[in-house]
């Protein structure tokens, strides 16, 4: 029997990594939302795909959460993105309020699933669908890293002209404006971008990945990027499911590691059919340290706001 990837949320990031997915034909998936008839018809429009894919995986659209049972990968999408005359806040409390329901769900249906939040701001909703499933940190993690890491691989390879298959980067700390990018292990072939490019470029090329996303929004005026995320999310179920143990940067629960406690945290991970299977930990400079320690305080900040 296929595993099953269930997707709560089938908007444009939920729906483009069913997309991935039974494209692929890794998994049978199943696609949630609370509006109806919308996660009906794009999975059945995507199964009509499958025959021109040779894709034999199954795809389900359901506003009901009994379809959900038994999932072997659960990703949250669900949530809203701002919209005229809404403020952060009010973004932040409407999905906590919605991740939290949707966890509280899933823990029920699906109580050996691996859960992978996408739904932001994703460091702090992966630290609350831990805190609500009460599942085990290992089986709790967020997609950010790997897609601030891509959009740098991306204009890294651009500046060099060379294929991005040739570019290594590494990324920590919170997704998005908070990321702490670890430039002496972002490799050309193995070669340091630092021996390649003046430090000036490279810190212009970091700085348009912290802005990454707000980039995107600017272009689209309403709504935000998806082909990327929804490829990020898919390496990862990827790596879940066929056991790859791949190293790949994941918001995952730190006890210790890198001297932080009790917080969801970009960090490279392994990870296998268990979820985060281990923590890398990687020796950080002085200001490398200093800037996560920062990125680690604004998690915090949001995490007490919201009383997780
Ligand atoms: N349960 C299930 N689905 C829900 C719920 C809920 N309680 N509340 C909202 N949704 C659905 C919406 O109906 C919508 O279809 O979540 C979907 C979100 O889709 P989009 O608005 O297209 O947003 P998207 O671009 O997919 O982004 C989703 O991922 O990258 C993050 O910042 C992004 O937090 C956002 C999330």
Known sequence: MKKKVSIIGAGNVGATIAQLVVQSGIADVVLFDIVEGMPQGKALDLAEACPLWNSSSTIHGTN???????????????????KLGMSRGDLLH??????????????????NAIIIVVTNPMDVMAQLAWKTTEFSCKRVMGMGGILDASRLKAF????LKVSPEDVEALVLGGHGDDMVPLSRFTVLKGIPVTELLPKRKIESLIERTRNGGAEIVAFLKSGSAYYAPAASTFQMIKSILFDEKRILPCAAYLNGEYGIKDIYMGVPVILGKEGVEKIVEV???????????KSCGTVRKLIKKLSI
């Open 64 to 82: 009901t959460y009994s379809d959900t049972a038994n999932s072997d990968i659960v990703i949250i999408t669900a949530g809203l993105t701002r």
């Open 94 to 111: 409407a999905n906590t309020d919605i991740v939290r329901g949707v966890c509280t769900e899933i823990a029920k249906i699906s109580p």
């Open 156 to 159: 890294l390879s651009w500046e």
């Open 283 to 293: 020796k950080l400079t002085k200001e490398e340290k200093t800037q996560f320690r």
